[in-house]
């Protein structure tokens, strides 16, 4: 999430040296950056979206590698990632506009309308794993804990919310086998603000 984001695979430019190669990783959309960088900025060292003490550990996920675990309990509602150091936003066309954007497409999350922003460094939010049963609830690039959540818990999110209308991921869910398509902005906002209602009731 970059913001997440996340969203998230395939790294070349940006590994981590002590980390493998994530092309061999089924991936998450929070993990997935670009190679070559053409982006316009750098990146900003340092920075962390993540609130609650946590650790990367292996996703209880089938096939997803990495995930994002929290290493104290949180209640319901308790903001879980927040965004920082988002340098600019971009819109679905002028990402598409890029000469490398088969590359940057997967590693964009939508922020909110038609802005979504790119990540080409390497933020642990980028372990945030997919679920059509999270238990983090994505709105305006802000997490929330979708219920009370014990120690341990990994951190997943909902990526239609991520992703642009009608664009499917390369890969499906791993507990329903169902297609992963992103939702209208007016769909997603409507429902993303009704579950936090809902969350803060």
């Given at each position: 999430m970059t913001g997440a984001g996340s969203r998230l695979r395939r790294i070349a430019a940006a590994q981590r040296p002590s980390e493998p190669?994530?092309?061999?990783?089924?991936?998450s959309r929070l993990n997935r950056l670009p190679s070559p960088r053409v982006l316009d900025f750098a990146p900003l060292v340092g920075a962390t979206m993540i609130l609650p003490r946590y650790h990367i550990g292996a996703s209880a996920i089938p096939g997803a590698g990495k995930g994002?675990?929290?290493?104290?309990?949180?209640?319901?509602?308790?903001?879980?990632?927040?965004?920082?150091?988002?340098?600019?936003?971009?819109?679905?066309?002028?990402?598409?506009?890029?000469?490398?954007?088969?590359?940057?497409?997967?590693?964009?999350?939508?922020?909110?309308?038609?802005?979504?922003t790119i990540s080409d460094d390497w933020p642990d939010e980028c372990f945030v794993n997919h679920s059509f049963v999270p238990t983090g609830l994505w709105h305006l690039g802000f997490i929330f804990a979708s219920a009370p959540l014990p120690a341990g818990t990994e951190i997943t999110v909902d990526y239609r919310h991520l992703l642009a209308?009608?664009?499917e991921e390369d890969f499906r869910d791993a507990q329903s086998g169902k297609r992963i398509v992103g939702y209208n902005w007016n769909e997603s906002l409507r429902m993303s603000s009704q579950a936090l209602l809902e969350l803060l009731a």
């Open positions: 190669r994530l092309d061999s990783w089924v991936p994002v675990f929290i290493d104290d309990p949180v209640p319901r509602g308790t903001v879980l990632i927040a965004p920082d150091a988002i340098p600019r936003t971009w819109s679905f066309e002028e990402v598409n506009a890029l000469p490398n954007a088969s590359e940057l497409l997967p590693a964009t999350v939508r922020w909110f309308e038609n802005r979504y209308p009608g664009q």
